[in-house]
């Protein structure tokens, strides 16, 4: 990820080589601005953010509760509209995209995985994968889910619900639900958060070979410094501006 303007970035790791690349810039920010009215109060959450992450980067973000950081994945993964400026990711301009196409934009771009797991109880492991391959219709959404719970170590584990997985086990689970539709970037807010040391870092090594294999974007948002020190490049923001 560069900053467009001043600044350098820090590189904390070495690309691989048998990575997978995919072309172009995956992620590119020009002068995005982001408020929010709190009461009489406006909350400038991001101010003028001008970035670049490249198609196949690896990148942390790192910054204080309030910093912003939660926002700009927001306006990354299209739940948000970015109020002043442009974001592209690849080939989508997020400031028109609307409706239907802003909704498959979602379903096959990007990728979440969050702190909290966002399982259903319900729903098996399977179960969970599969519903999330179910928003985009297509042949064998089982099969697929299978294949993607047995490439993250779960392949005991297929009719496992939640409440009988371990923390690691359960984040595992939304790391294959936020493969199953071959997103080209994966958000992953605070991934480690919930989790004992030594399962953050089986977890962090899951979605760096994962990364590396299939040449997706990985952004991870982090309060962790050797979570963050695992990254190419790590970016830290701190009152809505962006620090290289």
Do not use: W
């Amino acid at each position: 990820m560069r900053l467009i303007g001043p600044g350098l970035a820090s590189r904390g790791g070495v690309a691989h080589a048998s990575k997978v690349t995919r072309l172009g810039s995956a992620i590119r920010l020009q002068r995005v601005n982001h408020v929010y009215q709190s009461g009489r109060v406006t909350v400038e959450a991001l101010h003028d953010i001008d970035l670049e992450i490249p198609a196949s980067g690896y990148v942390a973000l790192t910054g204080p509760s309030g910093a912003g950081k939660s926002t700009l994945l927001s306006l990354i993964g299209g739940l948000e509209r970015p109020q002043k400026g442009d974001l592209f990711v690849g080939d989508h301009d997020l400031q028109q995209l609307r409706g239907d196409a802003l909704a498959a934009y979602r379903r096959t771009t990007i990728g979440f995985v969050f702190q909290h797991f966002g399982l259903l109880d319900l729903l098996s492991a399977r179960e969970n994968v599969q519903l999330a391959a179910s928003l985009s219709p297509s042949k064998g959404q089982r099969q697929r889910a299978e294949q993607l719970l047995d490439e993250v170590g779960l392949k005991d584990r297929f009719e496992h619900r939640p409440g009988q997985l371990s923390g690691g086990e359960r984040q595992r689970v939304a790391i294959a639900r936020a493969l199953v539709n071959d997103p080209s970037v994966i958000l992953a807010d605070e991934p480690t958060g919930n989790l004992d040391a030594a399962s953050g870092m089986r977890v962090l090594d899951l979605l760096e070979r994962l990364r590396t294999q299939r040449g997706c974007t990985l952004l991870v948002v982090t309060h962790n410094e050797a979570v963050a020190q695992r990254a190419e490049e790590r970016y830290r923001l701190d009152a809505g501006r962006l620090i290289a």
